[in-house]
């Protein structure tokens, strides 16, 4: 775990919202209409509704999701001309042990 990189990714405030906004993806973004139903509920949020959230350019708001999903915080998918995110809980709770563990 490149735990430097992660908090670099982190550090940033839209980052860092984006997380907590993904962390409950019904109550902070529209339902996903264009998700194919089987993958609805998963926790999907397409690069648009990001971006209009966080209120800033698309290519900005792409580059901050890269990042996180460089990290492993993120899973993205790309379903038609839609690339969705959610969170990547598994290392979420692999950083939250190691914070708990080794800092």
Excluded: D
């Amino acid at each position: 775990m490149n735990l430097e990189e992660i908090c670099k990714a982190l550090g940033n405030p839209v980052r860092l919202s984006i997380m907590e906004w993904l962390k409950e993806p019904e109550k902070n973004f529209q339902p996903m209409v264009h998700l194919p139903e089987n993958e609805r509920g998963k926790g999907y949020v397409c690069v648009g509704a990001i971006q209009e959230r966080v209120g800033i350019t698309q290519s900005t708001t792409s580059s901050f999701l890269r990042k996180m999903k460089q990290v492993g915080l993120l899973h993205s998918k790309r379903i038609g001309q839609w690339t969705y995110y959610r969170r990547n809980e598994e290392r979420i709770q692999e950083l939250a042990i190691y914070i708990a563990n080794k800092l």
